[in-house]
């Protein structure tokens, strides 16, 4: 069992920049693949970026690939990300999540996941 906790969102202005945390708890953190997602104000839940167990992989949605990069310090059991050119439209809640999945595969359903933190909310303003 993993337990999660992000932080580092926040207020910007459009065209800014936040670095998003997630520290998770326990030993065993390399084991877990590791996913952000967002959900705004009446959407579901969307995918936003994924990086495997090894770190050696990872996978970004089609509305922030080239801005936000996804990284892990498996020492740190921290999972970041980095999010530049911040667009009004990503403004929303920004939960990490983490399960025990293959390294060869990119996981991008919410479903996949297990494990949840609170979220953190990212405001950007235009």
């Known amino acids: 069992q993993v337990q999660l906790v992000e932080s580092g969102g926040g207020l910007v202005q459009a065209g800014g920049s936040l670095r998003l945390t997630c520290t998770a708890s326990g030993r065993t953190f390399s084991v877990y693949t590791m996913g952000w997602f967002r959900q705004a104000p009446g959407k579901e839940r969307a995918f936003v970026a994924v990086?495997?167990?090894?770190?050696?992989?990872?996978l970004y949605a089609d509305s922030v690939k080239g801005r936000f990069t996804i990284s892990r310090d498996n020492v740190k059991n921290t999972v970041y990300l980095q999010m530049n050119s911040l667009k009004s439209e990503d403004t929303a809640v920004y939960y990490c999540a983490a399960d025990r999945l293959l390294n060869s595969v990119l996981y991008s359903a919410p479903t996949e996941y297990h494990y949840w933190g609170q979220g953190t909310q990212v405001t950007v303003s235009s």
């Open positions: 990086i495997t167990r090894s770190g050696g992989s990872t």
